[in-house]
């Protein structure tokens, strides 16, 4: 599968790149996905939710009145879950979420995204581009002349670069990563996947070997 090159102001370079079957058309794996998402969910989770029981809220040593003859019911502790400012039953307590996957999991995951990109024209290549200085406005001009200032889009660079980066950063409907650590919540998360040249490259050579 062949995709069209635009240059930065929209129109078309009239060259042309070839998608890597072996990355861009495989048979797509919707479990591997959905493991992968889940587990990318999960990583984001702190998991410092914390109630206290009632050994540990403060107070209620002291027997409230005595266990007979007062017409109440009986009570031990002004801490009594039963009771307003009390411990909690069962509460949360802070824990790791983490979830490991196998690599070859990980690997069939993203493949497997980017082949439904693929599939659904959901991908857009763009020649290799930086900014001599961080310019949001420069950078909105050119996802709007590609015609994409109304979707969102993650725009992937075949290498760090501070100023695209922060360029991109106040755009609501834009994310921008470094094509090797796009994961594929990230894919999946974007209506339209906007690779560098030199980032497509990458991909094709970094997962076909794999």
Do not use: C
């Amino acid at each position: 599968m062949k995709v069209d090159i635009y240059k930065i102001d929209g129109s078309l370079t009239g060259r042309q790149v070839e998608l890597n079957p072996k990355v861009f058309d495989i048979q797509p794996n919707d479990h591997a996905i959905y493991l992968a998402v889940k587990a990318y969910l999960a990583n984001q989770r702190q998991g410092t939710a914390k109630a206290k029981e009632r050994s540990e809220v403060s107070g209620g040593g002291k027997k409230p009145w005595r266990q007979k003859g007062t017409g109440r019911a009986r009570a031990g502790s002004i801490r009594s879950p039963l009771w307003v400012g009390g411990g909690t039953v069962f509460g949360p307590k802070p824990r790791d979420y983490e979830m490991k996957l196998p690599k070859k999991v990980k690997l069939l995951a993203r493949l497997s995204a980017l082949t439904y990109k693929a599939r659904n024209n959901q991908i857009v290549v763009v020649e290799d581009f930086n900014l001599d200085q961080p310019k949001t406005k420069e950078m909105f001009n050119i996802i709007k002349a590609l015609n994409l200032n109304d979707k969102k889009t993650l725009l992937l660079t075949g290498s760090y670069s501070k100023n695209i980066y922060l360029s991109g950063r106040n755009i609501p409907t834009l994310n921008v990563l470094e094509a090797q650590k796009a994961s594929t919540y990230d894919i999946l998360n974007n209506k339209v996947l906007l690779l560098q040249e030199s980032a497509l490259n990458l991909i094709n050579q970094q997962f076909s070997h794999e």
